[in-house]
């Protein structure tokens, strides 16, 4: 036991968490498969991967793809990404219909092709155009919505306090907010403490993301920027079970035990086993080989970076499912 008080649970709206550790919505990595794999491992909120809102709508079918659920899920968090209000308020409504708990709106992705279409952090240079998207996507839907930011455009326009405001003022239930700018990129370290200002803006809750890795920075970010919860992003990759472990030792519940070889073996193989049929064989063993790799990187870290070098590079050249999982299965005894 840590001797910390422990944080009770966290409600968005109506909604009921079942813990402080969320993780992030992530393009490329939180499909189906991964979001499965976290909620097994005990992770209570996993949201999608951004799901563009005017293709949604109208159906594109790897578009929709993004936004699958399963009853297996019991959160289901869709992340809307896009600039026309009428198109983020019909997908919406269709993630609703499809049984999203939630749905977050994105407003921090810094990519060109995504600010360049005016969506993700470019709103964050277009308050006005953020609160039309806002208000049209809570006035549909009768599930909470939430707003995902980073602190500003760049270090001179940190708006994300106003930005807050605008989101609660317009029905948002809660944000998130990456404590970086969108000039930053992923550079630099995120600024935890900045995210004070938004936690002091609104009454909504605040989740903090950006670095956040472990208990220990788990606990100096949530410290540092007074937030209700914690997102986590890349510290996820290769191990899913991380955010449920996390949020086990911030419960007061204790340090989660080491997991065994065997059952993250066992973990893996599931993953891999329900991408290949999400999927199918051939794009379902391209997409799980970034996996691959994570896991891998994880598993043998006591081992040589020449050795795990090796290891991915053989495993990931292999094309046939069945002797994937017969060359990993001997590799991860061998690393154990
Ligand atoms: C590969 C990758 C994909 C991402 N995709 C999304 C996305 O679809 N939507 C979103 O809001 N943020 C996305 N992000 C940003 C993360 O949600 C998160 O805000 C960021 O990685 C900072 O958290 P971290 O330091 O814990 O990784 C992505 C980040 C990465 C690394």
């Avoid at 403490?193 to 609104?202: H, I």
């Amino acid at each position: 036991m840590s001797g910390q008080a422990p944080i009770p649970p966290l409600k968005i709206g109506s909604v009921a968490l079942g813990g402080r550790v969320q993780i992030a919505p992530m393009t490329g990595v939180t499909d189906l498969p991964f979001r499965r794999a976290a909620v097994r491992a005990g992770a209570s909120y996993v949201a999608t991967e951004m799901v563009a809102s005017a293709d949604f709508a109208k159906g594109r079918p790897d578009i929709v793809r993004k936004a699958a659920g399963g009853d297996d899920l019991p959160l289901m968090v869709v992340q809307l990404v896009g600039a026309d209000p009428l198109a983020m308020a019909n997908a919406a409504k269709l993630a609703e219909a499809a049984g999203a708990h939630l749905i977050d709106i994105n407003m921090g992705c810094p990519a060109k092709e995504v600010v360049g279409v005016r969506s993700g952090a470019a709103l964050m240079r277009d308050l006005n155009l953020a609160e039309r998207l806002i208000a049209a996507t809570t006035a549909v839907v009768s599930v909470p919505v939430t707003v995902k930011m980073r602190l500003g455009w760049d270090p001179c326009t940190q708006v994300a306090p106003h930005l807050a405001e605008i989101a609660a003022r317009n029905g948002a239930s809660g944000v998130t907010v990456h404590g970086r700018t969108r000039s930053q990129f992923y550079s630099g370290n995120a600024d935890w403490g900045a995210v004070r200002d938004v936690v002091r803006a609104v009454a909504i809750p605040v989740s903090v993301n950006g670095d956040i890795v472990d208990v220990a920075s788990a606990r100096a970010a949530l410290s540092a920027s007074g937030a209700a919860a914690v997102m986590m992003g890349r510290g996820v990759y290769g191990q899913p079970w991380a955010a449920g472990a996390i949020d086990q030792a911030l419960a007061g519940q204790g340090d989660a035990e080491a997991r065994s070889q065997a059952d993250i073996l066992e973990a893996v193989l599931v993953h891999f086993a329900e991408t290949l049929r999400f999927y199918g064989d051939g794009l379902g063993l391209k997409i799980f080989r970034k996996h691959l790799g994570w896991y891998v990187e994880r598993a043998c870290s006591a081992g040589t970076a020449e050795g795990r070098r090796a290891a991915k590079a053989r495993l990931c050249r292999i094309e046939n499912p069945n002797d994937l999982v017969a060359d990993l299965s001997q590799f991860w005894r061998d690393a154990a």
